[in-house]
């Protein structure tokens, strides 16, 4: 069975995003996603906003097509880890501390824009995240499988994850598709 969705998708809830979660939820149905996962940025968010996030998520899901509302974390060192199934807030900076606050609450930790650190990092930051992502702002995405194998000798166990993260591009052809739960 394949799903087709997004992930590491960004609302205008971050401050990179363009689109509201109604509008990416009407481009992605067009497109026959079955889901995708909302990764906002940790700095633009308290409680309240993580309420609504979870609140327009839901509003907006049906049982054909699926938004996760997703936590972006800035940590120290400029590092990103999104955490996949994550919506707790958390004060820590420390990317490993955040990953394993991640993992210990059921999410997975991904670590974000690794190409961002010439595709190295600490090995116990490694060992903290489930998975490593390959995203779209990635220059050059060529290089990617090459950085991500980099990494995968320090660590086997760890996948990489294809992320966007941005909103979704236009696709004339297919966003006149109106498509609604």
Same mark, same amino acid.
């Given at each position: #069975?394949?799903? *087709? ?12 995003? !363009?689109? !509201? ?6 481009? =992605? ?7 995708? $996962? ?15 996030? *979870? +609140?327009?998520?839901? +509003? ?32 820590? !900076?420390?990317?490993?501390?955040? $990953? ?19 595709? !190295? =990092?600490?090995?116990?930051?490694? +060992? $903290? ?20 194998? +980099?990494?995968?000798? #320090? ?27």
């Amino acid at each position: #069975m394949q799903i *087709k969705g997004a992930l590491h998708v960004h609302s205008n809830f971050s401050r990179d995003g !363009t689109m !509201t979660i109604a509008e990416l939820a009407e481009r =992605c149905m067009a497109r026959s996603y079955q889901f995708i $996962a909302i990764e906002e940025h940790s700095q633009d968010r308290s409680e309240e906003k993580v309420e609504i996030l *979870k +609140k327009q998520s839901a +509003k907006h899901s049906c049982h054909a097509f699926c938004i996760i509302p997703d936590i972006e974390y800035s940590c120290k060192g400029g590092i990103h880890i999104f955490g996949l199934g994550a919506l707790g807030l958390t004060p820590q !900076t420390d990317p490993v501390v955040v $990953a394993e606050e991640i993992r210990a609450h059921g999410g997975l930790a991904i670590l974000a824009h690794p190409y961002r650190y010439n595709w !190295t =990092c600490a090995p116990e930051l490694l +060992k $903290a995240v489930n998975n490593v992502g390959c995203d779209g702002k990635c220059p050059p995405l060529a290089q990617a499988p090459a950085g991500f194998r +980099k990494l995968q000798q #320090m660590d086997p166990r760890l996948w990489a994850v294809v992320g966007r993260d941005f909103d979704l591009p236009p696709d004339p052809i297919r966003d006149q598709r109106k498509t609604r739960c």
